[in-house]
């Protein structure tokens, strides 16, 4: 069984930085697809970032586009997101997500968007930017 274990986020000023990582255990994370997604007081959860196994490609919201950059070590079964020139919007609680390429259908720019695309959901982690 899967399990995705996050650290990182925190409270930045706008302009900031800050890296959330997501460690998996039970499983390697070769073969899966993974990312992040975030959920803000009053929204719906949407997807920020993922990457696949088998290319390294990659998906951005076009809110976070060329500010957020995520990168996978497969030898050490992590997953990082580094968050630059943060701005007040991406107050959120953020979550690592990871599921089979094969599932996805191989297409991550659209399964990334979609909350019920996964089924592997680490447990969470508050990001606050102060303007």
């Known amino acids: 069984q899967l399990h995705l274990v996050q650290s990182g986020g925190g409270l930045a000023q706008s302009g900031g930085s800050l890296r959330l990582s997501c460690a998996a255990s039970g499983v390697d994370l070769v073969g899966y697809a993974i990312g992040w997604f975030r959920q803000a007081p009053g929204k719906e959860r949407e997807g920020v970032s993922c990457i696949n196994s088998y290319d390294g490609g990659t998906y951005y919201s076009e809110s976070v586009k060329g500010r957020f950059t995520i990168t996978r070590d497969d030898a050490k079964n992590t997953v990082h997101l580094q968050m630059d020139s943060l701005k007040p919007e991406d107050t959120a609680v953020y979550y690592c997500?990871?599921?089979?390429?094969?599932?996805?259908?191989?297409?991550?720019?659209?399964?990334?968007?979609?909350?019920?695309?996964?089924?592997?959901w680490g447990q969470g982690t508050q990001v606050t930017v102060s303007s």
């Open positions: 997500v990871a599921e089979p390429d094969f599932m996805l259908e191989f297409n991550l720019q659209h399964m990334c968007t979609i909350v019920q695309s996964f089924d592997y």
